[in-house]
């Protein structure tokens, strides 16, 4: 490792030297050195990104890249040595020595393999757009390759030194960067283009980093929540494994997979398969009632055994709706199956059962015969365990797979399986550990032993449980419908294919009767292929922004080369747009469901609102001297630049009245907030549309068609990170709900409990006026208030926490934000479940700030609790919520839960009656959706 250093830091001042004898910089070259060094030191500012493959998401690539062309290799030499030692954090000094020197490495020798591509530098001032592509778009792409191998080259080399770690890790930063480093090569060669030919100047860093901060902010999110993921698994073991040992168990699986795993050649998927399942394979034991598990095996029943059969199908139905533990959710319901068919519940066979399944019966099985019960931490039964296994193999388990388990067993170091205790039980099992004190200790059943599945088997074969399949227990679920995910595989292939038709367009433009006829062409394909990727924040409406930023480049075209932009009128605008969004309805949208329709409609009138407003603005508004387009030829390019967008920008924020109309189908609302909230969370991607379409519009006069796939590519980035953004917030609503069942499974609450709670709450906070992240944190916490009931010694009757003694709801409250901390993310979350139980007395005599969200989920679940003890009568629950006003209830919520009340088309007379949060929240986060009353009380 000493020798690398030495070997890397000494090759860079020689790349230094050799750089500048290939191209000296001159003079005129140093503003654009100055600026980029700028943005390098914003971009070193910014805490750096790891992925779930060590990447780095910062915009040093796209730096070194873009200042290739404008002062050579050895310009992004001196870039790439001096950005890495601009980072503020605290890195060791070598380390920042070694970054410096590798990033200069990387900079140089991509700059010197540009010029080898046959790229120019500097870039001449009147080269066309067909030059510009040949002589720079191009050599960039070969030289971000080559960045990229070297960069991949260097970091892998650092990483084998360490610690020898296989080739698909030494490949996966590469594979897994490849694609960014590609949008990075096209912002480059866009910010050239826009420094010289189009005449921005340093303006022309404000309107590409726009949308590349976007991306960068949407990317930090996304995997700041992404690295949350094992927290959250944790959490859902915790909440599902809360008798005494449960944890130890889990432990030791661990550490024997650790040892197994290495042998089995498992594919990405399925090693996460494996791993996940076994940390939640038991997650359906909290269904199982405390008696049938103390009993021991010789001890069961007939109704012990069916049971015991169905908890895979209740693992599956906990984990099925969460989009990550998909393949985990299977092997959780197989990994009871036996080789020789007579497994539970689906009575698989051989190849059938799927093989992260049979790795975990073995391993489960091994565990459950190696330690007699949860007390020690040194597997007591190895060779009986072993010999078990191997006895079994072929009618159990695939036989395979145990030849390979006892060799690596076998062969393992004494003390690997070794699960030391902690010293301190709380920090142990923090989640936990109260609930293990409550419920008792004590010796639980081992039901991972094969002797129970010979009873299970047994019972099957003389009639006494029915058959094992499908038809004897519940079959699986079908999984809930996901959020389209925004492909980039494909959005980039696509505008691939449109770069090869513009090229084409542009090769023979002869060939039309008119110049204008191509552009109309390659506007109408641009927005047909972008209308398919669509996101949606939160609760706006769904959007596709790239044609959004096509559509408005499109009305602002003042003059691409070779003729006259403005022979193109406004109705031909509207017209090519308006049949890019019907073919997109015909071919995609009117599949969908009649709110999806709905939704689409009313995003595709405003936007091509929007486009016309734009277009009237710029072509044919009679302006003192002339259309505004014709005016703006003869204005400086910086000056342009900034009209245009403040045009746009006001175009977009005048849309945000519309929208909250759209989404509230007529209902009432607080204008002023709902706007405001609009524009709050619509802001930053609006940014990115308008600095999009203005400089698309710009860049055609010396691009011409080319320009358009080009210039989307930043956009389509930030449109991916957002995608993936939001796919990761949906997961998050998944895992929610998942931990919100448990209790509803293991019989502590009715069915539907969470979800009314949830609805309600919402409900009366979108009266009091909450905000959105307010409104999501408050539908979280509703839905995980019983969570702490996995804790009790005995169930409450009908689940009812209001009717509990204040101790109880206490502890209740206590155990359910203990296991929503445990996932580390949802902190205002578990302040809400915390605080749920404090009366409003306490509030008000003590002064404690209690959380708004605190003492409307205490009035929602009391509300709802009363629905069941008074008949499903609203009128009574209502009633008695008032025999608490000032003591129990804060008054303000209460009434917010009688207007709401009030309101609704008809009453809600049961919790099974309240509509789903999802359902308030997507009614515009209004009454629309919350029934109202056809007779007010």
């Not at 449109?498 to 367009?505: A, D, E, K, M, R």
């Amino acid at each position: 490792m000493p020798a690398y250093l030495a070997l890397v830091g000494l090759a860079a001042p020689s790349l230094l030297v050799l750089t500048w004898w290939v191209h000296r910089p001159g003079l005129a070259e140093l503003p654009g050195l100055l600026v980029l060094l700028a943005l390098g030191a914003a971009s070193a500012r910014l805490r750096d990104v790891e992925g779930e493959a060590q990447i780095d998401l910062s915009f040093t690539a796209a730096i070194l890249l873009a200042a290739i062309p404008m002062s050579g290799p050895f310009g992004a030499a001196i870039l790439g040595a001096l950005i890495p030692l601009l980072d503020v954090r605290p890195v060791p000094t070598v380390a920042r020595l070694f970054n410096s020197a590798m990033t200069c490495l990387v900079g140089g020798l991509s700059g010197l393999s540009y010029l080898a591509f046959g790229g120019w530098v500097p870039v001449p001032a009147g080269a066309d757009g067909r030059e510009l592509l040949m002589h720079v778009a191009v050599p960039l792409v070969g030289a971000d390759i080559v960045l990229c191998l070297i960069n991949a080259a260097l970091v892998g080399v650092m990483i084998w030194l360490h610690e020898e770690p296989g080739w698909r890790l030494l490949l996966e930063p590469f594979l897994a960067t490849l694609p960014v480093y590609l949008g990075y090569a096209l912002t480059a060669f866009l910010f050239v283009v826009l420094w010289e030919q189009v005449g921005l100047g340093a303006l022309a860093a404000a309107f590409i980093v726009a949308p590349l901060l976007l991306a960068r902010w949407a990317y930090v999110q996304y995997i700041a929540e992404s690295r949350s993921r094992q927290r959250i698994i944790d959490a859902l073991a915790a909440a599902g494994h809360s008798p005494a040992g449960a944890e130890r168990r889990a432990r030791r699986i661990e550490a024997i997979l650790r040892i197994f795993e290495p042998g089995l050649e498992l594919s990405r998927r399925a090693a996460n398969a494996v791993r996940y399942g076994a940390l939640l394979h038991d997650i359906g034991m909290v269904a199982i009632p405390r008696e049938t598990d103390r009993r021991q095996a010789g001890e069961l029943t007939a109704a012990d055994l069916r049971i015991l059969r169905s908890h895979p199908v209740t693992g599956q139905q906990v984990l099925h709706d969460i989009g990550f533990l998909r393949d985990a959710a299977a092997a959780v319901r197989h990994h009871h199956e036996r080789w020789d068919g007579t497994g539970y519940p689906d009575g698989l066979a051989g190849p059938a059962i799927p093989l992260p399944a049979r790795v975990l019966a073995i391993v489960d099985a091994f565990e459950a015969r190696a330690w007699r019960d949860s007390g020690p931490t040194r597997p007591v039964q190895w060779q009986a365990a072993l010999d078990e296994l191997r006895r079994r193999s072929g009618s159990d388990f695939d036989p395979a797979l145990v030849q390979t388990f006892e060799r690596l067993i076998t062969d393992s170091p004494d003390g690997s399986l070794d699960v030391p205790d902690r010293a301190d039980p709380q920090a142990q099992e923090p989640a936990t550990a109260p609930l293990r004190a409550r419920r008792g200790a004590g010796k639980r059943l081992r039901h991972a032993d094969p002797l129970v599945g010979d009873a299970i088997a047994l019972a099957q074969q003389r009639g006494i449980l029915p058959p094992a399949g499908r038809h004897a227990d519940q079959a699986p679920p079908a999984p809930t419908r996901v959020p389209a995910a925004i492909s980039g595989r494909w959005l980039f292939a696509w505008l691939g294919l449109l770069f090869l038709g513009v090229l084409f367009v542009e090769s023979d433009r002869a060939a039309f009767p008119a110049p204008e006829h191509a552009t109309l062409i390659i506007f109408f394909a641009t927005l047909v292929l972008t209308e398919r990727f669509r996101i949606q924040l939160l609760w706006r409406l769904p959007t596709a922004p790239t044609a959004a930023a096509a559509g408005i480049a499109f009305a602002m075209t003042t003059g691409l080369p070779d003729h006259d932009a403005l022979g193109i009128a406004t109705w031909q605008i509207v017209g090519v747009v308006v049949a890019a969004q019907l073919l997109d309805w015909f071919t995609a949208r009117r599949h969908g469901s009649p709110t999806e329709r709905r939704e689409a409609a009313a995003d595709a009138v405003i936007r091509t609102g929007s486009v016309t407003i734009v277009s009237v603005l710029v072509r044919d508004v009679p302006w003192p001297g002339g259309p505004l387009a014709q005016q703006l030829l003869g204005w400086p390019q910086w000056l342009q630049a900034i009209l245009l967008t403040i045009i746009v920008c006001l175009v977009l924020l005048a849309e945000s009245p519309a929208r909250v109309w759209a989404r509230s189908r007529g209902e009432r609302l607080a204008w002023a907030r709902e706007t405001t909230a609009e524009i709050s969370v619509g802001a930053g991607l609006g940014i990115a549309i308008a600095a999009t379409a203005v400089v698309l519009a710009m860049a055609e006069r010396v691009l011409g068609l080319a320009a358009i796939p080009l210039l989307l590519v930043p956009l389509s980035v930030s449109q991916l990170a957002f995608g993936r953004y939001l796919q990761t917030r949906h997961t998050y609503r998944q895992i929610v709900r998942a931990l919100s069942r448990l209790p509803e499974l293991a019989g502590r609450v009715p069915a539907g409990h969470a979800e009314a709670v949830a609805a309600v709450a919402v409900g009366i906070g979108v009266r009091l006026g909450l905000r959105e992240r307010e409104l999501a944190a408050l539908e979280s916490a509703a839905m995980l208030h019983d969570t702490g009931q996995l804790g009790l010694t005995r169930p409450l009757p009908r689940g009812a926490t209001v009717l509990a003694a204040p101790s109880d709801q206490e502890h209740i409250a206590r155990q359910g934000a203990r296991i929503v901390d445990y996932t580390g993310t949802f902190s205002d979350v578990a302040d809400i479940v915390r605080h749920q139980a404090v009366p409003y007395h306490r509030v008000i005599g003590a002064r404690i700030g209690l959380p708004l969200g605190a003492r409307i989920v205490k009035v929602a679940n009391a509300y709802v609790d009363y629905l069941g003890e008074e008949a499903r009568d609203p009128a009574q629950a209502i009633e008695r919520l008032y025999l608490g006003l000032g003591h129990e209830f804060d008054p303000r919520v209460v009434r917010a839960c009688e207007a709401l009340m009030l309101e609704g088309e008809q009453a809600w007379g049961s919790p099974a009656a309240v509509p789903s949060a999802d359902r308030v929240l997507r009614g515009s986060r209004l009454s629309a959706g919350i029934p109202r009353s056809a007779q007010p009380k």
